[in-house]
């Protein structure tokens, strides 16, 4: 049985590309704080300072406590910065990357661990996609791959449905062959929020946007679009 958690799983979008104000909104909304205190990690992106400015401009005034948490930080740091925090956005880039730095340094432990005690993950593209047991990625630069990720969310994850023509079938594909497990496929503009026991809503700030389940089946997979 895996640990509760909370997770919110967004498939592109949103105010790292200045896009989708009303998916912060929805963040916001699942904090138990009023004022909740908010971290950013910009890994994926290598500390991306636009990204980061971002970060500070969209939550200005929404929160008592803003900050981020630089590349080569430590686990000892890095734990005593999410303790202190309320949500942690992970925002996205290169999946690879973002899971290599964080398994080298121990920032795995420290953030599967915050998540554990309670602390609301949300993540765009790779910052959505590396906390499940899989992911199709095109990070390794050999095109559209099951990535492994970190666990924490069962089954598998595919951002950006909409937006690039090849996932959807490539990502079925991998299903329905057994190489990766049955997952959730994530348009841009849509955010997906989970606990342990599987998705449990869906937010769209795009007409039209969903998530959907995608499963193995005998026939093939079998897509469905999440209420």
């Given at each position: 049985m895996r640990s509760a958690f909370k997770l919110i799983a967004i498939g592109g979008?949103?105010?790292t590309h200045q896009a989708d104000p009303a998916m912060e909104d929805f963040?916001?909304?699942q904090s138990a704080c009023v004022r909740p205190r908010l971290g950013f990690i910009g890994a994926a992106s290598q500390d991306d300072p636009v990204k980061i400015s971002r970060f500070y401009a969209r939550f200005a005034g929404l929160s008592d406590t803003l900050s981020h948490l630089l590349m080569g930080s430590n686990a000892h740091d890095a734990s005593h910065w999410a303790n202190n925090l309320d949500i942690i956005y992970v925002g996205g880039g290169n999946t690879v990357h973002l899971l290599?730095?964080?398994?080298?340094s121990g920032l795995d432990q420290v953030l599967m661990q915050a998540a554990r005690q309670g602390t609301l993950l949300a993540g765009?593209?790779?910052g959505a996609v590396a906390w499940f047991d899989y992911a199709l990625s095109d990070a390794g630069g050999q095109g559209l791959q099951p990535l492994a990720g970190l666990g924490l969310a069962a089954g598998s994850c595919c951002p950006h449905y909409s937006s690039e023509p090849a996932r959807a079938p490539?990502?079925?594909?991998?299903?329905?062959?057994g190489h990766l497990p049955n997952g959730l496929a994530i348009d841009d503009g849509v955010a997906v929020l989970l606990n342990q026991q599987g998705p449990q809503q869906v937010f769209s700030a795009r007409p039209g946007a969903g998530a959907?389940?995608?499963?193995h089946t005998a026939a093939g997979a079998v897509t469905t679009l999440l209420p």
């Open positions: 979008g949103g105010f963040i916001l909304a290599k730095q964080w398994r080298q765009v593209s790779a490539a990502f079925e594909l991998a299903i329905a062959q959907y389940r995608v499963e």
